[in-house]
């Protein structure tokens, strides 16, 4: 491949130094993480019993980011660490009855989309691995209609078939079981319905740990909630996506492409709003007496128009992924238009409804930066950064967060004020936070509440200041008190915001393998910075501290190979790439600032990487049929 020298010497900045200590803390916190939490089998200290349907996502999300952090360039140990504590949590819930044929028998495409986050990071960190490839084409026929015994999918329709699918299948009818994890917890959820029985809708609670209220919850979801499509299953791209980085199977991604275009022709048929619920004649509201909202995760519960937007969003940027064109994200586009349509002024700020009750709009909130954000990124369209500049500054956009947040990513708007110009300081600011936050995790997961031992009595446990309260939720303990946390250092390398949390792939405008040890991720003193990026250029800087050895760093445009480096420029030299990567041979105590020309979306995505094409070695293993 081409191949450039840097061999200036460079102080190495500030940012620098801080970027390569954090990779070095996060390798220590890691090994304490999975030391604490991980039996030597791969399965984690836990109970011998947990009913319900819910319960398989946490765990992986709890570990998933070992392998994202080994794709960035942690220490060689995660990744089969990785794979040994997958294979581990698969093995423990499919014994509690959660998990079936390693996926989850039936659950929602929220917490789908959670939990097989941690495959699509194995996919990004070692593509090699002929289990992984299977288990991807395995799990896709889960939701293509291959699969007789998972017949989630209406081909004829488009349609998935359910909000509750899995290896089991469309789950038409759930039972008390099913949702007995929940009901401590949806005690302080809005009710789905307006006439559940002995509540009060306008108190905006429903008290599930009641029998009586319960019985008719369960009655009433089944009757009206529990059958045909729902916007939330659009998740479900992630998934035919990831196969199709494996494999380049055109029917992969003729199937998300099919799937949104359905979406989309049930919003346009309904004015411009998504509807959140169609039957399995395709009839929208055919379970719900004709209205168009108040479906599973939909307009009006559990938390509204989140799970509309995000799983449209993340459809919407995996079908431009596998097109190259930029039409595809107008299903996103318009339902944030729409959106903004409806909102109004409230109190002196400007708000955008987050609920569609039977009276109509409501829960007016302010309007959400992310994911204009996100459509931008995948654009660089002027229309999507209009789409952020609109939102009025009703709060400092430079402010960044320490912790919070559903997998602590809390930073892309300050992050985007960077990458615009409008933040300088953030590379120093974002990892002096990030550092904070692996401290913060770590002095969590040494309280008494962190230890698995003490969790078989967990009413005895002290929560004071903890994001945690084990008392109703003890199954979530892994994903709070992780320290695996990475929002500050994949921001600035790859030049990208963090995955969307239910269900994105993680894209990016840059990413880096060892060209000596040939493996993901920046070689040992090497630090990265992307400061800008536009259509046409990358500026990124790239650093060896190492004032003894020099390392060799391969850039890949794009996290899936999809760009094409044309030109890369240091100071006044230009040399020409054209191709995917380009080789940059780093002196010690060296380095520069590229400015790398690209063409966008040049290449079918897959999970290529410089030595290995799993496209190229899709020979899967055949079942007898007996």
């Known amino acids: 491949m081409p191949t450039i020298r840097i061999d200036t010497a460079m102080t190495p900045p500030t940012w620098a130094v801080q970027q390569r200590a954090l990779i070095t803390q996060l390798n220590d916190a890691a090994r304490l993480f999975v030391d604490r939490y991980v039996r030597p089998d791969g399965t984690l200290y836990w109970r011998n019993y947990w009913p319900g349907m819910d319960g398989s996502d946490d765990p992986y999300e709890g570990f998933m980011q070992l392998a994202l952090l080994y794709m960035l360039g942690g220490d060689d140990w995660l990744l089969p660490e990785a794979r040994r504590i997958w294979d581990g949590i698969t093995w423990q819930w499919t014994e509690y009855g959660q998990i079936d044929r390693e996926y989850t028998a039936y659950y929602d495409w929220m917490h789908h989309g959670e939990g097989y986050l941690f495959i699509y990071f194995l996919g990004l960190a070692d593509p090699s691995q002929r289990k992984e490839q299977q288990r991807s084409a395995k799990f896709a026929n889960m939701y293509n209609g291959s699969d007789p015994l998972a017949p989630n999918y209406d081909p004829a329709l488009h349609l998935i078939r359910s909000p509750l699918t899995g290896s089991r299948g469309p789950r038409f009818v759930v039972t008390p079981e099913d949702w007995t994890t929940h009901r401590v917890v949806l005690d302080h959820y809005l009710a789905p319905y307006e006439d559940i029985v002995n509540t009060d809708f306008a108190s905006r609670l429903c008290h599930w740990s009641d029998d009586t209220i319960y019985a008719d919850l369960i009655a009433k979801m089944n009757q009206r909630m529990n059958r045909g499509d729902v916007p939330l299953n659009l998740n479900t791209s992630g998934l035919i996506t990831h196969a199709f980085l494996f494999s380049g199977t055109?029917?992969?991604?003729?199937?998300?492409?099919?799937?949104?275009?359905?979406?989309?022709?049930?919003?346009?048929?309904?004015?411009?709003?998504?509807?959140?619920?169609?039957?399995?004649?395709?009839?929208?509201g055919e379970y719900l007496d004709g209205k168009w909202w108040g479906g599973y995760y939909g307009w009006r519960w559990p938390h509204g128009f989140m799970t509309i937007i995000e799983p449209i969003t993340n459809a919407c940027m995996n079908a431009l992924l596998m097109t190259g064109d930029t039409a595809w994200l107008a299903l996103a586009r318009q339902q944030l238009d729409e959106n903004w349509a409806l909102g109004r002024d409230v109190d002196g700020s400007f708000m955008v409804p987050n609920r569609h009750f039977d009276a109509g709009w409501g829960d007016f909130r302010a309007p959400l930066h992310k994911y204009p954000i996100y459509l931008w990124y995948a654009s660089l369209a002027d229309e999507d950064l209009a789409r952020v500049m609109r939102i009025p500054r009703q709060s400092d956009w430079n402010d960044i967060q320490v912790g919070g947040g559903k997998h602590y990513i809390n930073n892309t708007l300050p992050w985007f004020q960077y990458i615009q110009g409008q933040f300088p300081d953030y590379p120093r600011q974002i990892l002096t936070a990030n550092k904070q936050l692996v401290n913060d995790q770590l002095a969590k997961m040494y309280s008494p509440i962190?230890?698995?031992?003490?969790?078989?009595?967990?009413?005895?446990?002290?929560?004071?200041?903890?994001n945690i309260n084990m008392h109703v939720d003890p199954i979530h303990a892994w994903q709070e008190f992780t320290p695996v946390c990475v929002e500050g250092l994949l921001q600035l390398t790859l030049g990208a915001p963090m995955h969307i949390s239910h269900g994105g792939l993680q894209f990016a405008q840059v990413r880096y393998y060892d060209g000596q040890r040939r493996r993901p991720g920046l070689p040992h003193g090497v630090s990265a910075l992307v400061s800008h990026f536009d259509q046409n250029t990358i500026t990124l800087t790239l650093v060896n501290s190492d004032a003894l050895h020099a390392q060799s760093v391969i850039i890949q445009a794009g996290s899936f190979a999809e760009h094409q480096i044309t030109h890369v420029k240091i100071a006044s030299t230009a040399t020409p790439v054209n191709k995917q990567w380009l080789d940059v041979d780093i002196a010690p105590g060296s380095g520069a600032t590229l400015t790398i020309t690209v063409q966008r979306y040049q290449h079918a995505p897959s999970y290529v990487t410089p030595w290995h094409d799993p496209r190229q070695d899709n020979q899967l293993i055949r079942s007898r049929q007996a």
């Open 450 to 466: 962190g230890d698995p031992h003490n969790w078989h009595d967990i009413s005895e446990l002290d929560i004071s200041g903890l």
């Open 250 to 284: 055109a029917a992969h991604r003729q199937w998300v492409l099919d799937y949104i275009s359905t979406w989309a022709a049930r919003a346009d048929a309904n004015g411009g709003i998504i509807p959140d619920n169609v039957g399995l004649s395709g009839e929208v």
